[in-house]
């Protein structure tokens, strides 16, 4: 079965890209409200989990025990762009659990921001852990790990609690057995699991309503999308759609953005969840896409929708700062 | 019609990411040997036909007046990737024509090696025009329009000779009325030409047989096949693989990649021309497809399919050093 076509690069008149995807959109049942493409093809969800990676870390007591600011607790879900406030951070938080920046598991790579990466070559220092988009991810699992006094190497191993903790609350949320499921490395080293698009979107479906869930579980949901709605520069960073959407709307909508074009959302007001993914990885084209389906849902208002209008239809500037084309929705 | 899918990337057992796309090859009378894909849908063959774009530069006798290199011969067919051989050839090239950089109308980006951008990043210099990877090909427009005593200023645009020249060039050598296509902006400022892919496929053949062609035009293929073939490097760079093909090959294969994937081939042993174009434009999986074709035509030699085994089937490393899967050809 072959998906639809979701986004279109134009230039000139001419379409110079095509990008095709699927999308779930669930409720908290479980049930497909809409989908474009095969939902039911098994994908890694990469990044676009973290949020659910991070349940553990409140549940456990871990986050009150080590008394994790609202800011904290959002990079524990973000992937962030390794500016100063987001390095500074972790390693402020790394320090008060005893531990430094050796601690952590991820490897090395330039920040994904170009002024923050700009500004370490210029001072010869050299990219590092800490700088890795996935590093308040880890440490929020440290921190787990530290609370109940596990052995901190080896957390990113799929046999260590750490992993095991968070795959057994994805399962939960999204009713799938995650010992059952394909499952490969991501680029930070933890395990990725595949998958079907349909329930990673019910996943945050009860992330967006989780009225029916344990009282610790939905307290916890709630204290994690508070704290994202709060700090939505510390999930991703400067000039990121994550990061401008959540600025945006607030609590109303948490979305998520993962590596090779997925996408993530969890819709407050609509009572929805919404999963993603490119099939050709390209993360500019999922963007477009999630703006697509929220426009599609009516889940962005008129002014947050002016706010997004480039994008939406992103303009796609040459070395001449000359406008060649639109990167745009083929229409949900 | 849906292109087929012809590059896969796995993650551990799963397909993560596919890559449709079209695939022509001709022989020099413009028949189709082989097809996979509409071969006759319009895409714009952005970087891959600069070979072609050339060939005003040495049948107006500009190449000869000037005095132009081998090396400099090929950089003006190259997409570079501003290293400093790269950019000092440019300058000092510029000076003999009596310019300086600032007569290039293409616009400023970091050099695409990126030793050679945080190079500059550390001396302090600027991004600047002659580190964008078109910058030969503008120099050697500019050549042409120099001997002929033509304005420089504006040289980028339609309706100067320096772009209608390489136009009726290409039009020539593909059999099309270049004037009655769709077109729009490169990234570098010049037109680009929506062709079909069996035009552009039925050009790179008459380049590598260019037997029934006026004697001027065969004059001209062979020395810039030639030149090309004598200066791998000039033509890409460090690590790139149009460099890394025509060390091994020689003359015997001439490749050009173009940006979002697009390739070329002109296989003088087969007497083939090859032009491929990756539906979602990502340049990796270009790749991947060209040396697919290259293998299925039998145009590469043992040895040398050893040396390139990893560009075949390419893995890809997390940060942390760790083999998370390959991108490679679903066979063609």
């Known amino acids: 079965m072959s998906n639809p076509v979701l986004v279109n690069t134009l230039r000139g008149e001419i379409i110079e890209n095509r990008h095709r995807g699927a999308i779930a959109v669930c409720d908290p049942k479980g049930r497909l409200v809409h989908r474009w493409g ?3 093809a098994l994908v890694y969800p990469r990044s676009s ?26 990079l524990a879900c973000s992937s962030h762009s390794g500016e100063p406030l987001h390095t500074t951070t972790v390693h402020d938080w790394l320090t008060r659990l005893g531990l430094d920046e ?3 598991e991820c490897g090395p790579h330039a920040p994904v921001n170009e002024k923050a990466a700009t500004a370490l070559i210029l001072k010869h ?16 699992m440290l921190t787990t790990v530290r609370f109940l006094g596990e052995e ?40 990725v699991i595949a998958m079907p698009l349909k329930a990673i979107a019910t996943a945050f479906a009860r992330i967006a309503v989780p009225d029916d869930l344990a009282a610790t579980r939905a307290g916890a949901i709630d204290r994690i999308t508070t704290a994202i709605a709060a700090n939505p520069f510390m999930v991703a960073g400067s000039g990121r759609l994550c990061t401008q959407i959540m600025e945006l709307t607030g609590r109303r909508i948490i979305v998520k953005t993962g590596a090779d074009g997925v996408y993530t959302a969890a819709l407050r007001d609509k009572n929805l969840g919404v999963a993603l993914k490119i099939d050709d ?28 209008t480039a994008r939406c239809r992103m303009p796609i500037i040459n070395t001449r700062g000359v406008l060649t084309g639109y990167r745009e929705s083929t229409g949900l």
């Open 38 to 40: 095969d939902v039911d």
């Open 49 to 74: 989990i973290k949020a659910l990676q991070a349940l553990p870390l409140v549940e456990s007591g871990a986050a009150d025990h080590f008394d994790l600011s609202s800011a904290e607790l959002a």
């Open 102 to 104: 050796t601690a952590l």
């Open 125 to 140: 220092i050299e990219f590092a852990r800490v700088h890795n988009n996935c590093s308040g991810k880890h440490t929020g």
């Open 152 to 191: 901190t190497h080896g957390y990113i191993e799929r046999e260590h609690p750490a992993q095991q903790r968070w795959m057994d609350a994805l399962g939960e949320m999204s009713d799938l057995d995650m010992q059952r499921l394909p499952w490969s490395r991501d680029g930070c080293g933890i395990p």
């Open 281 to 308: 990885g390209t993360g500019a084209a999922a963007e477009v896409a999630i703006l697509a389906v929220l426009t599609k849902l009516d889940s962005l208002h008129a002014a947050e929708l002016e706010a997004l």
